[in-house]
């Protein structure tokens, strides 16, 4: 990831403060999710937006997988 991101020219600060954003976004939703007090109905909402943001098609789908995989650990 670090890597590719030096060669492919991705690390501009403007970019990494909109991937930030998004990361952090995205992991307060996950967040919220696991909460046990969490009602159900939004969870299924909010598990479909994250789930969503996994398609290739997506901006940041590797990001988002990689930090499911990780639960969001930074």
């Not at 159900?40 to 997506?58: F, G, H, M, V």
């Not at 940041?60 to 969001?72: E, G, P, Q, V």
Request: net charge positive.
């Amino acid at each position: 990831g670090k890597e590719t991101i030096k060669k492919t020219g991705l690390d501009r600060p403007f970019l990494d403060n909109r991937r930030r954003k998004i990361y952090i976004l995205y992991k307060n939703l996950y967040a919220a999710t696991q909460h046990p007090d969490f009602p159900d109905s939004l969870r299924k909402e909010y598990n479909d937006l994250i789930i969503e943001q996994t398609k290739p098609e997506a901006q940041y789908s590797s990001m988002i997988k990689c930090a499911i995989r990780d639960k969001f650990r930074f």
